[in-house]
């Protein structure tokens, strides 16, 4: 009896090429006919990844326990490492190694569902996230309901009516549930298109309703009576948001800090570089300085420096064990969001590379902004951090190895080595930027660094004193303001 051919991990890269030498499609239905074959293969080896992380949990496991690893403590930064082989973040590398698990172990129908392709992996995090509070055999019992619905229903009612499921077979679990999703009630901030930010708050359903309600009915309100003037309603809303948040009388006038990162020739020239928020990416030239002209708001200067040419930022050094002051700050700028492939999670810790209990030292050089899920993978048995200004390389437990070079300071400001993007005139001589003022550069600030890099922070906090901020900003703050508007304006 002759076995039947297997398939085996090598393969998978033939399977790529054939696919990547497709020939063009003949006809609309011939065009409809493959991406619906496409999305099925999408899922199938969605079903196949699943498996084979679940696999790797299973050996990592074994293998550990046979070290003596405490069971508390075994696969810990297991999803980080599923996360960067699908070049993606930590975070939703450990989601998936949740689901494979999930999928293996308690969801035979829907595992066998994506490996047909009928459902997508979207679908199938759907179900196992609505389903991960309630023990094995409910969720089981879950799984054997939604059979029949899971190619015949879209995401969002996939969601209700396995959440409603749930709640039905074991109705004390999901009132502890719902009790603990409370306790992870939070606000974040994200970046979106356009120079935009999504502000988003996970709150219980009830408060999430009634602050949506009284936002709409009061901006119903003002178009209706004529106050909102040219703004529509769903403007309206979004600055009462604001200046309740605020406590501001206006939405513009909110005090808070924006660190904006821009080149010399963008501030006080007709440069084109973009700016750079800290943590949330570019705003167009004209935009950023239109920000800083806002009379609402109070500016100080700060000069960081770049190396020519690359951006990248020039180094300092302390001897103190931890990352603060001055260079904690240079590193956050440095590296924007947390510096591991893949992973764009604002930065919490400022850490070693190379641990400071092995020699390391707290300089920028050895130093990597990270987020917190990140900083506490790379402490765990075979992960190994090697960094320098440049760039970061990191290496698994299983010797995979992911390098990320340190993306310029402005991304697209420097285009070219020894090649400076400004293009206007000089500042003038009494520019306070183009002088040699005291207290503008951080201290420890070394190299030869010839093009310069302005950091602008814009308001000081409501009612701070003379001591917040630069000393010198308000002398340079009416002179920059004037220029500033006078440039908009112009």
Same mark, same amino acid.
């Given at each position: 009896m002759n076995e039947e051919p297997r398939f085996r991990t090598g393969d998978i890269t033939g399977l790529h090429g054939a696919l990547t030498s497709m020939v063009a499609v003949e006809s609309e239905a011939d065009a409809i006919e493959r991406i619906r074959a496409l999305e099925e293969l999408k899922a199938a080896a969605a079903a196949a990844q699943a498996r084979a992380a679940a696999t790797l949990h299973s050996l990592r496991y074994d293998a550990e326990a046979e070290?003596?690893?405490?069971?508390?403590?075994?696969?810990?930064?297991?999803?980080?490492?599923?996360?960067?082989?699908?070049?993606?973040?930590?975070?939703?590398?450990?989601?998936?190694?949740?689901?494979?698990?999930?999928?293996?172990?308690?969801?035979?129908?829907?595992?066998?569902?994506?490996?047909?392709?009928?459902?997508?992996?979207?679908?199938?995090?759907?179900l196992h996230r609505e389903t991960s509070w309630l023990p094995a055999d409910k969720r089981r019992h879950v799984d054997e309901l939604m059979a029949d619905r899971l190619d015949r229903v879209g995401v969002r009612r996939l969601a209700a009516e396995a959440r409603a499921h749930a709640q039905r077979l074991d109705q004390e679990a999901a009132v502890e549930h719902l009790e603990r999703c409370e306790k992870e009630r939070r606000v974040s901030v994200r970046p979106a298109p356009g120079g935009m930010a999504y502000l988003t708050a996970l709150l219980p359903l009830r408060q999430a309703v009634?602050?949506?309600?009284?936002?709409?009915?009061?901006?119903?309100?003002?178009?209706?009576?004529g106050e909102a003037g040219e703004r529509t309603a769903g403007q309206v809303a979004a600055d009462l948001l604001v200046e309740r948040a605020t406590g501001q009388e206006t939405a513009d006038a909110v005090p808070v800090e924006v660190h904006l990162v821009m080149t010399d020739s963008t501030l006080l020239a007709d440069g084109d570089a973009?700016?750079?928020?800290?943590?949330?990416?570019?705003?167009?030239?004209?935009?950023?300085?239109?920000?800083?002209?806002?009379?609402?708001?109070?500016?100080?200067?700060?000069?960081?420096?770049?190396?020519?040419? =690359? /951006?990248? #930022?020039?180094? %300092?050094?302390?001897? &103190?064990?931890?990352? =603060? /002051?001055? #260079?904690?700050? %240079?590193?956050?700028? &440095?590296?924007?969001?947390?510096?591991?492939?893949?992973?764009?999670?604002?930065?919490r810790h400022i850490d070693h590379a190379r641990p400071h209990r092995d020699g390391g030292v707290t300089g920028f050089g050895n130093a990597s902004g990270l987020c917190a899920g990140c900083n506490y993978a790379k402490e765990n048995p075979g992960w190994r951090h090697e960094a320098d200004p440049g760039r970061l390389t990191v290496t698994t437990p299983t010797g995979a190895r992911y390098e990320l070079p340190t993306p310029p300071l402005i991304g697209g400001a420097h285009r070219q080595p020894g090649h400076s993007p400004c293009r206007g005139a000089p500042p003038p001589h009494d520019d306070p930027l183009s002088s040699d003022q005291g207290g503008l550069l951080p201290d420890g600030v070394t190299g030869n660094a010839r093009a310069p890099v302005v950091r602008l922070i814009r308001p000081r906090p409501p009612g701070a004193g003379p001591g917040v901020g630069h000393r010198r900003g308000s002398a340079q703050e009416k002179w920059f303001r004037a220029y500033l508007n006078a440039r908009c304006a112009g």
């Open positions: 070290r003596g690893v405490p069971a508390g403590k075994r696969c810990r930064g297991l999803g980080a490492e599923v996360g960067l082989a699908r070049r993606e973040s930590p975070a939703r590398g450990s989601r998936f190694l949740a689901l494979s698990r999930t999928l293996i172990a308690d969801m035979p129908h829907t595992q066998t569902a994506l490996s047909a392709g009928a459902v997508s992996e979207e679908k199938a995090h759907t009634a602050a949506y309600a009284n936002l709409q009915k009061t901006a119903a309100t003002l178009v209706g009576t973009p700016g750079w928020v800290t943590g949330h990416g570019p705003v167009p030239a004209g935009a950023a300085r239109r920000m800083l002209a806002d009379p609402q708001g109070q500016v100080f200067l700060r000069r960081l420096y770049t190396a020519p040419g =690359s /951006g990248g #930022l020039v180094g %300092m050094d302390s001897r &103190r064990r931890e990352f =603060s /002051g001055v #260079l904690r700050r %240079m590193i956050m700028v &440095r590296d924007d969001t947390c510096r591991v492939p893949f992973c764009d999670a604002p930065i």
